[in-house]
């Protein structure tokens, strides 16, 4: 009996300090089972006895939240009504209720039927063949690209089990180890909505612009920070506490080539030309400013049209 109890706890222990990776997986899936198994004492014939089981088992997550299984396990048990080794087949199918998606570990709940079959050592013990229910609770957690499970499942004959016309119920603590051949990510967790190359299931920062530059997080970079991601400043090295523009670069709201932040004619018409601090320059000072005057060398007094070259005085 210690060595079953010591091998219930090393399941424990694995369990506990199991690495998690996302559980991702949608497709078909096959694995090993073992684990161990508390026997009913209407089997045993004393207060029920723990005993270890191994087993194969199949399968399919087919949505984000349903999985289909198929499984068997075997076990030999031991009895103490004078029958010995009780050898035990158990087949079962159902659904698994996947829980938590998107999370390192996710939980599920599982329901089905199956069959039992006990097989006494003792020729002239009666054998028994009963269907059953069968309930569990337990997670699945991804390692690389396989998984491995956890289950605890407990198993209830459906009719008058043939030792004193009682049910069986049978517990188990089940490990188990799947791959998954033919499976493909699930496409909801692989997603990279704004394309910055960080997966949306790890993404701190989800909308992130397109073409900036992001950390490992997925948030974005701003070495000079300004408020414009690296990757979007044409302006990277601007001081901390300047007017920026959506560019990166210094404001400069009339577009003379003068920042905000010196132009003192902040108001300058398109295409003028600019001293140093942003003004307008009026060569031929007809009020007409050079870059926009057509004639920048009307003599002094002469009238000028908005082009800036000589006008009649008409309209002409």
């Not at 396989?146 to 499942?153: A, F, P, T, V, Y």
């Not at 188990?172 to 190359?197: C, S």
Request: glycine share 16%; hydrophobic share 30%; net charge negative.
């Amino acid at each position: 009996m210690s060595w079953r109890v010591t091998g219930l706890a090393l399941i424990v222990s694995i369990l506990a300090g199991t690495p998690t990776l996302s559980d991702d997986f949608r497709g078909g899936e096959v694995g090993l089972l073992t684990g161990a198994v508390a026997s009913d004492k209407d089997l045993t014939g004393d207060s029920g006895s723990v005993d270890a089981f191994v087993g194969l088992r199949g399968g399919s997550v087919f949505s984000r939240r349903w999985g289909w299984f198929v499984d068997a396990l075997y076990s030999d048990i031991d009895t103490f009504r004078g029958l010995g080794t009780a050898r035990t087949v158990i087949g079962r199918t159902g659904f698994d209720f996947l829980l938590t998606p998107k999370k390192k570990a996710r939980w599920f709940f599982s329901a089905g039927g199956g069959w039992i079959v006990v097989d006494f050592e003792d020729a002239s013990a009666q054998d028994m063949h009963n269907p059953l229910g069968t309930i569990g609770v337990g997670q699945r957690i991804r390692v690389g690209s396989n998984r491995l499970r956890w289950e605890l499942r407990a198993d209830h004959t459906l009719d008058n089990a043939r030792l004193n016309g009682e049910h069986l119920l049978q517990t188990y603590g089940m490990l188990g180890f799947v791959w998954g051949p033919r499976g493909v990510p699930d496409p909801a967790t692989v997603r990279d909505a704004d394309r910055d190359g960080i997966l949306d299931r790890g993404d701190r920062c989800p909308e992130t612009p397109q073409g900036a530059v992001v950390d490992s997080r997925g948030c974005p970079l701003d070495d000079d920070r300004d408020g414009v991601p690296n990757g979007l400043d044409q302006c990277p090295r601007t001081t901390p506490g300047e007017q920026i523009g959506p560019d990166g670069c210094l404001l400069d709201s009339d577009d003379d080539g003068v920042p905000d932040l010196t132009d003192y004619c902040a108001n300058t018409p398109s295409g003028a030309r600019v001293d140093e601090w942003g003004c307008p320059r009026d060569g031929d000072a007809d009020s007409v400013y050079d870059g926009v005057d057509r004639c920048p060398d009307t003599p002094l007094g002469v009238r000028v049209g908005p082009d800036g070259c000589p006008s009649d005085g008409g309209g002409n």
